[in-house]
Nanobody, 135 residues
Framework: QRQLVESGGGLVHPGGSLKLSCAVS????????IGWFRQVSGKEREGIAC?????????????YYADSVKGRFTISRDDANSFIYLQMNNLNLEDAGTYYC???????????????????????WGQGTQVTVFS
């Protein structure tokens, strides 16, 4: 069964750091585009970091960060061990919310990471992990 399971959420003060992990099972992660999304109560889920892998014929590959997290968050992947990560530094009150990892395999994808993050068209999702930032 294909699964994505997030962990690493918790309580943190402004200026603090957290590293979210997403354990992936049941699929070959190396072929998948990945992303992290954030949802605040009462608001739509927002794509904050996405990666589209390079395909020689169809896609040069790209990484996208939402303006709100650029320079502070880093998305990464460990395909060999099937993990997706989100390193979050210098957290602020607006970063609080539920964080979801996502993965998608679409052959011959031509869309950019920005398009993928904005459309949210991933077919595999985790259940979410809560991040609370409090002063």
């Amino acid at each position: 069964q294909r699964q994505l399971v997030e962990s690493g959420g918790g309580l943190v003060h402004p200026g603090g750091s957290l590293k979210l992990s997403c354990a992936v099972s049941g699929l070959s992660l190396r072929y998948y585009d990945i992303g992290w999304f954030r949802q605040v109560s009462g608001k739509e889920r927002e794509g904050i970091a996405c990666v589209v892998i390079k395909d020689t014929t169809y896609n040069p590959g790209s990484t996208y960060y939402a303006d709100s997290v650029k320079g502070r968050f880093t998305i990464s992947r460990d395909d060999a061990n099937s993990f997706i990560y989100l390193q979050m530094n210098n957290l602020n009150l607006e970063d609080a919310g539920t964080y979801y990892c996502a993965a998608d395999w679409t052959p011959r994808r031509t869309a950019s990471a920005q398009d993928l993050c904005r459309d949210g068209t991933f077919d595999k999702w985790g259940q979410g992990t809560q991040v609370t930032v409090f002063s």
